[in-house]
């Protein structure tokens, strides 16, 4: 119970803000934001980081909110508004079953399930493509499709795992059944 109703966020107002510990990967950012509207809990998002504002240790991570749009990173905005449009959408993200799949290295796989609704998502935080191979058995019957919900592409679990197919460096996939 306690997992379910946690507070996740990114940085605050106590925090440097993400983007500027990040030395500015915004790939960092986008990456992060995906897999905390895919993890249990509830995803609070800190004024200014949906349009990429930076701010070192307090107070500097106060900064006023820029009002100027011209001054907004209007990509990050759409990524992060398709973010919470992904778990709007499932409700097996905002309230299901959590699975850690696999972790290894810079790559990292999760499971959510509720009812019969089941996403999968891997994250490659490394800045190599990653032959997807992530084990399933227990969790996915064989034959079992799943269809791309954010990225491209379909998988087929066989002999117990997902694979056969290249997830691109710094992004991460959902998959659906």
Known sequence: HVTQAQLN?????????????????ESALRMAMLFMMCYPGAPCIYYGDEIGVEGGK???CRRAFPWEKRRWNAKL????????ALRKAHPALRRGEYKRLFAQEDVYALGRRLAD??????????????????????????????QGVWGEGAVRVQEGRIAGMAVPARTGIIWKT
Do not use: M
Not at 9 to 25: E, W
Not at 77 to 84: A, H, K, N, S
Not at 120 to 132: A, E, H, I, S
């Open 9 to 25: 966020l990114l940085d605050s107002h106590d925090t440097a803000r993400f983007l500027s510990l990040a030395g500015g990967d």
């Open 58 to 60: 307090d107070p500097d």
């Open 77 to 84: 905005l759409d990524y992060v508004r398709r973010c919470i």
């Open 117 to 146: 609704e089941v996403l999968l998502g891997v994250f490659n935080t490394g800045t190599k493509p990653w032959d997807l191979n992530v084990p399933v058995q227990g969790y996915l019957e064989n034959g079992v499709t799943l």
